[in-house]
């Protein structure tokens, strides 16, 4: 899981701001985090938007090239008052549902928490496909919508937790970025990583207080940026340790994904894998949780699994179908 504060990069205020933006001329000794440091970023924050920013200047092993001039980023808050639009928060009305029709009732008593990753001022890892600058939490949150459907469809009940007022199920292969995400039920979603984690877990925990008789509830949570980026990652399930209920849907998960590549793709070679891990959103929610890497949305093999929305469906049909196979057992 990375976060990456890469706020540049909405595709209309890139072209609009980038001649607003502060240059500078490398000089000896200097790299990147040095010349961040030095103009009062917190380095690691802005790295891989000064990266992105002067791509084409930046050599092997980031190396920048002397007497050439850089772009510096925009200062996260200076682009937020920008851009984020206010008031657009809404209240799914009570009895608000997913699904348009009930098709089966194989998930009749279960429900189901999607955290998209990311969301609000948080983009999560964005990348530059042709262009156009895409992030990570707008595809993390198409998929979970399609899941929210079919668990519906299939009688469950869906609980998204990272809502976004005016997106619903988007086919196109560039999702436009916006920061107008919102925790349920209402809560606008702060900047700093910790608050914004416990503030969904809290979310969860919420609701299933409210929902306390019902044995079947689990914690989805979606991401698509794996750490390596470097090479083609498979899909990543993680539980929380000790977890053994998140542990076997993970395991269900998985199972199906398999199932699935050596059906649709049986050259392919599926690696993907599931194991434990220790983090705060996991610590914190009551329901069992599996942690979903989808892969790394700046992988170029990888985000072809997430552009088209045929895939995108594909993925929230498996997994919708190993919550039946699980809930089922
Ligand atoms: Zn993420």
């Known amino acids: 899981m990375v976060f990456y504060l890469n706020f540049w990069g909405l595709p209309n205020l890139f072209a609009q701001s980038q001649d607003s933006l502060k240059t500078i001329v490398a000089e000896k000794g200097d790299g990147i985090y040095k010349i961040l440091r030095e103009n009062g970023y917190i380095a690691k924050d802005y790295y891989h938007a000064f990266k992105e920013l002067n791509i084409d200047k930046i050599k092997d092993e980031d190396q920048l090239i002397l ?3 850089y772009y510096l980023p925009a200062i996260f808050s200076e682009i937020l008052e920008e851009n984020i639009e206010d008031d657009t928060t809404s209240i799914k009305p009570s009895g608000f549902t ?10 009749d008593g ?17 990348a530059n496909v042709n262009g156009i600058m895409i992030s ?10 399609r899941m929210a459907k079919a668990i519906e469809e299939n ?34 979603i702060p900047r700093e990583q910790n608050a914004r984690l416990k503030q969904r877990a809290d979310a969860v925990n919420d609701l299933y207080k409210t929902h306390k008789s019902t044995d079947y509830q689990r914690v989805i949570e979606i991401h698509l940026d ?42 392919r070679g599926y690696k993907g894998s599931v194991t434990n891990r220790n983090l705060l959103v996991m610590r914190k929610v009551l329901p069992p949780l599996v ?39």
């Open 67 to 69: 007497g050439e001039t």
């Open 98 to 107: 997913y699904a348009d029709t009930i098709i089966s009732n194989k998930l």
């Open 110 to 126: 279960a429900i189901i928490y999607l955290i998209s990753g990311h969301g609000g001022p948080d983009p999560g890892a964005v």
């Open 136 to 145: 990570e939490d707008e595809y993390a949150y198409d998929i979970c919508l």
């Open 155 to 188: 009688g469950g009940k869906a609980y998204m937790i990272i809502e976004d007022p005016d997106d619903g199920i988007r086919d196109e292969e560039y999702l436009q970025i916006d920061y107008d995400e919102y925790c349920y039920p209402d809560l606008e």
């Open 226 to 267: 794996s750490r390596s980026n470097s090479a083609t990652v498979d899909v990543f399930f993680y539980h929380y340790p000790g977890s053994t209920k998140g542990k076997k849907t993970a395991e269900v998960f998985q199972n199906i994904f398999s199932e699935k590549y050596a059906k649709h793709q049986p050259n």
């Open 291 to 329: 942690f979903i890497e989808l892969g790394n949305i700046q992988n170029e093999k990888d985000r072809k699994r997430f552009l088209k929305w045929s895939n995108r469906q594909a993925i929230a049909n498996w997994l919708v179908e190993g919550l039946i196979r699980d809930f089922s057992e």
